[in-house]
C-alpha cells in the first residue's frame, strides 16, 4: 500500500490534499459532546466531570442518550470524512489524510481553543473508515479489554495500540503508520488515565 504514495503526483496533489485536511478538520471539530449535552439539559460538558467533550463524560451528567448520541455522532462524523475522501479521490493518501485531519479536529477544535475530546470514538469512525473488517476488529478487541477489566480507558489504549498491527498484518501498511500516530495521540490525550492506571485509582465501567 505504500507504493501507492508513488501515484500520487505531489506537484499537483498538494491543494487537493491540504483542502482535504482541512475540510476534515473542520468537521471532525464540530463538538457533538458539547451540542447533545446541551440538548438534553445537562449544561456545559466542560464543567462536569473531567471537563471532556466525549461521550465518557457527558455518560457522567446521568444523559444516556446525549452520551450514546456523541459517541455516535463523534465516530460518524470520522467515518464520514474518510469516506467522502475515498469517494472523491481513490487513492489512499487521501483518506488518510482526511481521517487524520478529523481526528486532529476532534482533539484540538478551533471552536473550544483548541480543547476537545480523547478521539477514541472519531479513531473507530475513521478505522471503519479505511477498512471496516479492521474496525470491526478493533472495536471487539475494546469489548474484549472492557468486558475483562471494567476499565475503559485501558479498553481505548489496547485497541488503540493493536489497530496498527490489524493494518500491519494485512498489508495495509500506509494505514498501519497512520494508526501509530493515532495511537500515540490518543495515548497523550490518556495521560492522565495513564497515571491513574498504574496508581490502581482508575475507576471501572458501571461504578462512579
Given at each position: 500500500?505504500?507504493e501507492s504514495?508513488?501515484?500520487?503526483?505531489w506537484?499537483?496533489?498538494?491543494?487537493?490534499l491540504?483542502?482535504?485536511f482541512?475540510?476534515s478538520?473542520?468537521l471532525?471539530?464540530?463538538?457533538?459532546?458539547?451540542?447533545?449535552a446541551?440538548l438534553s439539559?445537562?449544561?456545559?460538558?466542560?464543567?462536569?466531570g473531567?471537563g471532556n467533550?466525549?461521550?465518557?463524560n457527558v455518560?457522567?451528567?446521568?444523559?444516556?442518550?446525549?452520551a450514546?448520541?456523541?459517541?455516535?455522532?463523534?465516530?460518524g462524523?470520522a467515518?464520514?470524512?474518510?469516506?467522502?475522501?475515498?469517494?472523491?479521490?481513490?487513492?489512499?493518501?487521501f483518506p488518510a489524510?482526511?481521517?487524520f485531519?478529523?481526528?486532529?479536529g476532534?482533539?484540538?477544535?478551533?471552536?473550544?481553543?483548541?480543547?476537545?475530546?480523547?478521539?477514541v470514538a472519531s479513531?473507530?469512525?475513521i478505522?471503519?473508515g479505511?477498512n471496516?473488517?479492521?474496525?470491526?476488529?478493533t472495536?471487539?478487541t475494546w469489548l474484549?479489554?472492557?468486558w475483562?477489566?471494567r476499565?475503559?480507558s485501558?479498553?481505548?489504549?489496547?485497541a488503540?495500540a493493536m489497530?496498527?498491527v490489524?493494518?500491519?498484518l494485512?498489508?495495509?501498511?500506509?494505514?498501519a503508520v497512520l494508526?501509530v500516530?493515532l495511537?500515540?495521540l490518543i495515548?497523550?490525550?490518556h495521560?492522565?488515565?495513564?497515571?491513574r492506571?498504574?496508581?490502581g485509582?482508575?475507576?471501572?465501567i458501571?461504578k462512579?
Open positions: 500500500m505504500l504514495l508513488a501515484l500520487v503526483h506537484d499537483t496533489a498538494w491543494p487537493y491540504l483542502a482535504t482541512i475540510v478538520y473542520l471532525g471539530s464540530i463538538p457533538f459532546g458539547l451540542i447533545f446541551w439539559g445537562a449544561g456545559d460538558i466542560r464543567k462536569i473531567s467533550i466525549g461521550a465518557t455518560l457522567r451528567s446521568g444523559k444516556r442518550w446525549a450514546a448520541a456523541t459517541l455516535l455522532f463523534d465516530a462524523k467515518l464520514l470524512a474518510v469516506t467522502l475522501a475515498e469517494l472523491w479521490f481513490g487513492l489512499d493518501v489524510i482526511a481521517g485531519g478529523a481526528f486532529i476532534h482533539l484540538y477544535p478551533v471552536w473550544l481553543n483548541f480543547k476537545g475530546g480523547k478521539g479513531f473507530i469512525g478505522t471503519i479505511l471496516w473488517v479492521i474496525g470491526f476488529v472495536c471487539l474484549g479489554v472492557a475483562s477489566f476499565i475503559s485501558l479498553a481505548a489504549l489496547v488503540a489497530t496498527p490489524y493494518f500491519a494485512i498489508g495495509e501498511y500506509l494505514f494508526g500516530v495511537a500515540v495515548f497523550y490525550s495521560r492522565a488515565n495513564l497515571q492506571l498504574r496508581r485509582e482508575e475507576p471501572k458501571g462512579k
